[in-house]
């Protein structure tokens, strides 16, 4: 093979970007996958992500089979693995395709391994595919900034969608230029994991969930929202095949969140510094708490707020958490109480089958006012009035808190809600005015 296909966040052939241009420049191309050991060395053997990653690739693999191709899979440094393996195993190498990734270590691994295949003479290519609208594409005409207000910066998405369209890539006419020759995929074990078992959503959503989004999507309870976030994040479906069936269906409000998704990645792209600071540096001034039993107990779903302890029960059983309930319980811990919000923002990525860094970091931020479109700090969600009003009948509180009323259930909040709200306004006030 002359030209080498390196998937990352793209799982998969069909509409692929950066796939569809390697296979169009080169005859002979050969598609790869590494498992990161800088990234894997850090989790537990039993690691539903890796496992659902291991699922994916099996599946991809399958996909190349059917065109009598196969997938390359390395396990290392990526780094390392095109420095010590690929450049021998492919001594006729020319290029190498991929998508864009946008987190500060993926451009930063990107960045050296292109230094080195430079230094080699092999060209690399990196396309624009998880998202619409990248980096500087949607800018302010003002002054040519990035948008920092979601409101505005959908305004511009749009209008950018209605002008230029969400084409697609139509892969399947040049699956003749795959490189045909035979890999077997390692095992699971060998990379260090076993196989879990999880069950996965479908790959699509259907036009009776777009037509009642905006009504239900609110509600934990019901079946009301897409449950695409898996297969967004790690590109199992195209996001513009999903763009261009929002538009068709009218689907404004679920079109809106997809949006969402590419203005976090593009906050991610300008602000790297939210990675580990709040997008509003004075929110550095807050002194949070950081009380490690409370922390356990809001990890464990042992808070006594049944609504709190429903969501990171679903999170800790399912890998998946309902974005209402998202929003209440990261709310409860950064004000209620008072732990900073990096450390549920660590634990959601530790849980989260769809953990994003861009979205991760983005709806924490904005739950503890730090971010970008935040709420002022002195608005303070209620988790009870919020239960009520979402999980009116309890429905979903009772799905997950099974034991509420038995002894190993706290008999009441370990925080009082309105004192806890109280405290909170009252710190973050003087944090922020410098005091
Ligand atoms: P739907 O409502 O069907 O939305 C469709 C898609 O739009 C989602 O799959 C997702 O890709 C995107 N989307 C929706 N809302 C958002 C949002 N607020 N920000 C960015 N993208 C969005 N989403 C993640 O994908 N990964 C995360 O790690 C993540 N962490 C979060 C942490 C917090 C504290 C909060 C408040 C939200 C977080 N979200 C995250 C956003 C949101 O909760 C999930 O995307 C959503 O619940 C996934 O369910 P769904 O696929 O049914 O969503």
């Known amino acids: 093979a002359n030209a080498i296909f390196w998937h990352r966040r793209d799982l998969r052939i069909d509409d692929n970007a950066g796939l569809f241009q390697a296979l169009t ?26 496992s659902v990653i291991y699922d994916f690739i099996e599946d991809l693999n399958k996909a190349y089979q059917k065109a009598g191709a196969s997938l390359k899979v390395y396990h290392g440094d990526p780094v390392e693995v095109f420095q010590n393996k690929v450049l021998s195993e ?27 295949l430079a230094e080699n003479g092999i060209a690399f290519q990196a396309e624009k595919d998880q998202v619409i609208w990248a980096k500087d594409d949607i800018l302010k005409s003002s002054d040519n900034r990035p948008y920092t207000v979601f409101t505005p910066y ?6 950018r969608l209605e002008k230029d369209g969400a084409y697609s890539f139509n892969v399947s ?6 490189a045909k020759v035979e890999y077997k995929l390692p095992n699971i074990e060998s990379l260090g994991f076993s196989n879990q ?7 699509e959503v259907s036009s009776d969930i777009l037509n009642h989004y905006e009504e239900i999507r609110d509600y934990p309870a019901k079946a009301g929202t897409s449950r695409l976030s898996v297969h967004l994040r790690f590109g199992t479906i195209s996001i513009r095949k999903l763009v261009q069936q929002a538009q068709e269906e009218g689907a404004e409000i679920f ?60 999170l800790n059983e399912t890998g998946y958490m309902h974005n209402r309930v998202r929003m209440i319980v990261a709310s409860f811990l950064t004000k209620n109480l008072l732990i900073d919000w990096r450390w549920g923002e660590a634990y959601f990525a530790e849980k ?30 209620n988790p009870l009035t919020q239960a009520e009003k979402f999980d009116p009948r309890g429905t979903y509180i009772r799905k997950w808190v099974k034991d509420m009323g038995k002894d190993s259930y706290p008999k009441k909040p370990i925080v009082d809600i309105k004192e806890s709200r109280k405290k909170a306004i009252e710190v973050y006030k003087k944090a922020l005015s410098g005091e």
Request: aromatic share 16%; proline share 7%; with cysteine.
């Open 197 to 203: 078992d999880v069950p996965l959503p479908n790959k």
């Open 255 to 314: 079109l809106s969140e997809l949006a969402w998704r590419d203005f976090y990645q593009q906050i991610l792209h300008h602000f790297p510094h939210v990675v580990n600071g709040s997008f509003r540096p004075q929110y550095d001034q807050i002194p949070w708490s950081n009380n490690e039993d409370y922390f356990k107990a809001w990890c464990e779903g042992k808070t006594g707020v049944p609504i709190v302890d429903a969501g990171m029960r679903e």
């Open 90 to 116: 492919f001594p006729e190498l020319k290029k190498v395709f991929t998508n864009e990734d946008y987190e500060p270590y993926a451009k930063n691994r990107d960045e050296k391994i292109e230094a080195i």
């Open 154 to 159: 959908f305004r511009k998405w749009k209008e």
């Open 352 to 381: 989260l089958l769809d953990f994003d860094l861009a979205a991760n970091n983005g709806g924490w931020q904005w739950a503890a006012g730090s971010g970008t479109d935040a709420a002022p700090y002195f608005r303070v969600f």
């Open 25 to 50: 420049e080169f005859q002979e191309v050969q598609p790869i996958f590494i498992f990161d050991s800088c990234i894997l060395e850090e989790l537990p053997k039993s690691d539903r992500r890796v």
């Open 173 to 178: 006419d040049r699956l003749n230029h795959l």
